[in-house]
């Protein structure tokens, strides 16, 4: 199931319960956002789960997890995730990845960096928070009139 290449070491300074959580997360920050597998959202999230940042709602339960999961890794071709850190405490996380691909429309090789925290219940992920790059992607895309935020924003 994990293999050395695709999941850090143990953290001696985790608890086992601790450890557990940390290999959850890991493999869906990687593996949930590389697949297109929606299988992936039932495997590591919690059926009530409440997920917010990835778009203008709160996404709340797995139907609309798997549905937004669906709509996001549909716009991107080749995907690859890279979790640069993960800091969990008992039951709460917090991380930073970043994300290259190909956005499916324009052909544009895009990368884009994502925090995340949340809560963890029942062994899954119950509440995540994302603070994703949206402005620096949407400007690789040429979808954000850089001159107007300058000119409204300095």
Same mark, same amino acid.
């Given at each position: 199931?994990?293999?050395s290449e695709?999941?850090?070491?143990p953290?001696?300074?985790y608890?086992k319960?601790?450890e557990? &959580? +940390?290999?959850? =997360?890991?493999?869906?920050? %990687?593996?949930?956002?590389?697949?297109? *597998?929606? $299988?992936l959202?039932?495997?590591?999230?919690?059926?009530?789960?409440?997920v917010s940042?990835?778009?203008?709602?709160?996404?709340?339960g797995?139907?609309?997890l798997?549905a937004t999961?669906?709509?996001?890794?549909?716009?991107?071709l080749?995907?690859?995730?890279r979790?640069q850190?993960l800091l969990?405490?008992?039951n709460? &996380? +917090?991380a930073? =990845?970043e994300f290259?691909? %190909?956005?499916?429309?324009?052909?544009? *090789?895009? $990368?884009?960096?994502?925090a995340?925290?949340?809560?963890m219940?029942d062994g899954?992920i119950?509440?995540?928070?994302?603070?994703?790059d949206?402005?620096?992607?949407?400007?690789k895309?040429?979808?954000?009139?850089?001159?107007?935020?300058?000119?409204?924003f300095?």
């Amino acid at each position: 199931m994990f293999n050395s290449e695709e999941y850090s070491e143990p953290n001696p300074e985790y608890s086992k319960h601790e450890e557990v &959580f +940390a290999a959850l =997360l890991r493999r869906w920050l %990687k593996l949930g956002w590389e697949r297109n *597998d929606n $299988a992936l959202v039932e495997e590591h999230f919690h059926p009530e789960c409440i997920v917010s940042g990835l778009g203008p709602d709160v996404v709340e339960g797995i139907d609309e997890l798997i549905a937004t999961h669906r709509a996001i890794c549909g716009r991107m071709l080749h995907r690859t995730a890279r979790l640069q850190s993960l800091l969990l405490r008992h039951n709460q &996380f +917090a991380a930073t =990845l970043e994300f290259e691909g %190909k956005h499916r429309d324009s052909g544009t *090789d895009v $990368a884009f960096e994502v925090a995340s925290f949340g809560v963890m219940r029942d062994g899954l992920i119950y509440r995540a928070h994302n603070i994703v790059d949206y402005t620096g992607l949407y400007a690789k895309l040429g979808l954000l009139d850089t001159a107007k935020m300058a000119e409204h924003f300095g």
